[in-house]
T-cell receptor, first 115, second 113 residues
């Protein structure tokens, strides 16, 4: 049973560039959530996708956008990168019918460095 | 608004000692869930436990135990007879009615051999 996978593992970009991160959920899961974890901080919720639509969103600017595909995999896009976007980006999958009690399974993350 | 506070930034104990990680939360929701995650150096968050707001029964799982007290809005985590493999960053998290998972800032636990 494959867990949550993310690609790439590491990424280096320069300010102003655009980046796309990818996530495949755990087998059987239909919901994908994205988190940003700055160094020394806890993960911060970016948004959640279900049925190919953004279901919830945290306090992140419109430069952060996403997409979910029919196979439930997801992409996170960040435009006009800033130095402050450097962080570990975590993807988590869950089952939406479980609602508030849903356990989220996390991937290993993508480490983004913006120079 | 939801908030999770982990006041202990870093803790170091000698192997085989017991250690307690504190977590205090704030929420206006009556139905909510509390979680603990472990983050080893590899970066992946590992789920440890989930507890709902209506179940204040303490739980023990091997060397791990959790003490949930609604009266003090706390959900503390104790590791008994700590081992070097327990070294990691531990996060407490809360999910309420808006279903967004709110994390604390984490406690870095170092077990000294």
């Amino acid at each position: 049973d494959a867990g949550v996978t993310q690609s790439p593992t590491h990424l280096i970009k320069t300010r102003g560039q655009q980046v796309t991160l990818r996530c495949s959920p755990k087998s059987g899961h239909d919901t994908v959530s994205w988190y940003q974890q700055a160094l020394g901080q806890g993960p911060q919720f970016i948004f959640q996708y279900y049925e190919e639509e953004e279901r919830q969103r945290g306090n992140f600017p419109d430069r952060f956008s996403g997409h979910q595909f029919p196979n439930y995999s997801s992409e996170l896009n960040v435009n006009a990168l800033l130095l402050g976007d450097s962080a570990l980006y975590l993807c988590a999958s869950s089952l939406i019918p479980q609602g508030v009690k849903a356990e989220q399974f996390f991937g290993p993350g993508t480490r983004l460095t913006v120079l | 608004a939801q908030k999770v506070t982990q006041a202990q930034t870093e803790i170091s104990v000698v192997e085989k000692e017991d250690v307690t990680l504190d977590c205090v939360y704030e929420t206006r929701d009556t139905t909510y869930y509390l979680f603990w995650y472990k983050q080893p150096p590899s970066g992946e968050l590992v789920f440890l436990i989930r507890r709902n707001s209506f179940d204040e029964q303490n739980e023990i799982s091997g060397r791990y135990s959790w003490n949930f007290q609604k009266s003090t809005s706390s959900f503390n985590f104790t590791i008994t007879a700590s081992q070097v493999v327990d070294s990691a960053v531990y996060f407490c998290a809360l999910r309420g009615g808006n279903e967004k998972l709110t994390f604390g800032t984490g406690t870095r636990l170092t077990i000294i051999p």
